[in-house]
């Protein structure tokens, strides 16, 4: 097994012990068996760095990116709320082109999957080389790509790439 399975096989037998609790027999054998079929199936593409794993201060980033993130969500979700019940706003759908300089995967992933699961805004593409997102904007506000960058993408990026680069 490579290491990124091991971490993978660990993690999901620790979350699936605090999900079944209180622990018995049944449920430990039934959890190594399906943490050992997930870890095998999907480990390589888990982690690609597990030594970034070993650094406190990212968890302490990843708790500090959580209310943040809810937070951004209730603006959203104001914001699309007050465009329903108001439907004399202007609506200015469309695509944009952001920027980013995130690089890992997973960060790139998260930063995507963050922006979608923001009302009003879905990503829609990735460019990982030329480190851009396309994103469908419920009220394009700017289409120059350093505006739509800061009002978009900035919020998550810098605890994303404190947490995952």
């Known amino acids: 097994m490579k290491k ?3 971490i993978l096989f660990l993690l999901a037998l620790l979350i699936w012990t605090l999900l079944t609790w209180p622990l018995d027999l049944q449920h430990l054998i039934v959890g190594v068996l399906v943490c ?4 095998f199936m999907t480990g390589d593409l888990f982690i690609k ?8 201060r990212r968890y302490l980033w990843f708790l500090y990116y959580i209310p943040l993130f809810i937070w951004e969500c209730i603006k959203a979700n104001i914001d699309v709320a007050y465009r329903v019940i108001h ?25 995507a999957n963050s922006i979608t699961l923001t009302p009003g805004t879905m990503s829609v593409d990735i460019d990982q080389e030329n480190g851009y997102l ?9 289409k120059d ?21």
């Not at 050992?36 to 870890?39: G, P, T």
């Not at 760095?49 to 406190?56: E, M, V």
């Not at 706003?89 to 082109?97: D, E, R, S, T």
């Open 4 to 6: 990124s399975q091991i």
């Open 36 to 39: 050992s079929f997930v870890s």
């Open 49 to 56: 760095r597990p030594y970034t794993l070993k650094h406190a």
């Open 87 to 111: 439907p004399d706003l202007p609506i200015n759908p469309g695509i944009v082109k952001v920027k980013t300089s995130l690089k890992s995967d997973t960060a790139l992933t998260f930063l």
């Open 134 to 142: 396309y994103i469908h904007w419920i009220d394009v506000k700017h």
């Open 145 to 165: 790509i350093q505006k739509a960058t800061q009002i978009i993408v900035k919020t998550f990026e810098d605890v994303l790439r404190r947490i995952f680069e």
